[in-house]
């Protein structure tokens, strides 16, 4: 057998087993897999619940991200979404589509991004169950738990207007890392090449390591409710998409002050996938971890404003889909 | 714009809205869809986990299987994941990758297919989220959550020797759909072809139903869970490989007796999708729905008796891909 085997070449269970001896388990874990179903603590008597999907072309490109890189991020997104509700992580659900071409080492290493980002992100929380299946598409989609520890659950409805417009984590720095990518990191025909480590300028690092594996601030969710938050979400796909998304929600309208978004409001305002926490709080209310960038307002014409002007760039993209409706 | 418009046609959002206009409200859904998670119910503090993805090809064919059908089974498969823990079933999450050229009208009909397999195997339980994504490959994540209201978990692990074996649910009908399928419904290359009603005879639209639209007895689970089961799980890849599990969990053998299984004991032995209910009860508590199929003994060389002997045939099936390798 090669070294390196493929998934083709092992059996559904010695890919399972070796997935497993890697994945850990979790405080929250009553029964982890390997039977029908796993069962997941849920002390408070709810459960949050939400699934997101991560698939080969439209979400990632195997030249740039590793099967760690891979593994991170579809827990790091799924971990973003259960915080801005103010839950604590405590479960995720993997399922798997494999092409039988993929290598078991791929494979392996995601498994070890999985359990790196539950670790550093969300300690306690785990994978514990999933489901593996071969498909000529590789797909990941995570499901991930957590538990509301009492609290109500901070929805995007809530924003008043007197309420503070805050952010926790960051802006813009995962859009720049894929803008780094296809500017410098792709062939004469536009397809996507390995990165060199020699081409990285001063940042350029940390810009990729923002897009291939986030590390959005997961405990200050349950930390923002804790401390009063009004509305809070999770920004995904820009903030002035989802702050009108917030903004909607709540009837009432967001005006963000460009100072606060740093060197780069364009990119802060405009780009996608950093997961930062978007959050409202009361005035006068805010908690450390949080850096205000607005107000709250009544609702008018516009569900956001930029410096007290509607917004006159792109309402938040699909960088992927944008640039490759450009060049491929 | 086209009267029946693709997914390429229309907004995320009008999407979204025409499938969450279709999947109603659940019971145990304390925050529905449109926030970054949901919310449900979990009143006995835990919460049962389970995944299952549905892969047009390895897992279905648009020849055979609309819409509704499709919605169906992947509630279905996952609904009885939960019930084999012994829970019942409170939520599902259901994650699509849709190419762009799907017609919008066979995504309402899933929606309205996951909406009826809910209300009619398992009350209460309604989609409370999901993810909407574009791939090439047509593909259904489920996540199916549960709670046990008090009980224990049941397990494949707690088979005694001295119980009695049992099953609630068809075996080997959904196999026998999928033969008449491979062998009626295929054109002369091998390509699926559409099912013809007038070419039904006798029990062929229920062999068909089976497969297409598994109806597996959802509430026994729970019931089986107050009436003493020991061990139980869903019958998914056939009655001699799930045993197998089940035995090799439990450090027992089980002895299937193959008067107990009808007209047909090799199907029923070896044909994998109705996702009956196997179950191990002490001796003399056999609860209604259930019939005896064996004996649990002491463990031997074989994890798996047929009237006393080791199994000779199959060792459960994967009817797609042995079909596949023989004939495309």
Known sequence: MHSDPTVADLSEGEILRRIL????QGSATLLGPGDDAAVVAAPSGSVVATTDTLIHGPDFRLAWSSGYDLGWKSAAVNLADVAAMGARPTALLVALALPGRTRVSFVEA????????????APGCAVVGGDLATGDVLTVAVTALGDLEGRAPVTRSGARPGDVVAVAGELGRAARGLELL???????DGAPVAIRPD???????????????????????????LSGATAMMDVSDGLVL???RMADASRATLDIATDALGADPRLALEGGEDHALLATFPSGALPPGFRAIGRVVERGDAPV???GEAHRGAGGWDPYRDWDAAAG
């Open 199 to 225: 081409d990285l300028h001063a940042g350029d690092a940390d810009a990729l390591a923002a897009q291939l594996r986030p590390a959005p601030p997961i405990g200050l969710g349950p930390f923002a409710a």
């Open 21 to 24: 001896a890697r994945t850990g």
């Open 242 to 244: 989802d702050a009108r």
């Open 305 to 307: 404003l930029v410096d």
């Open 110 to 121: 995601m498994a070890e991004g999985l359990r790196a980002a539950c670790d550093a992100l």
């Open 182 to 188: 296809f500017t410098r990191f792709r062939d004469a």
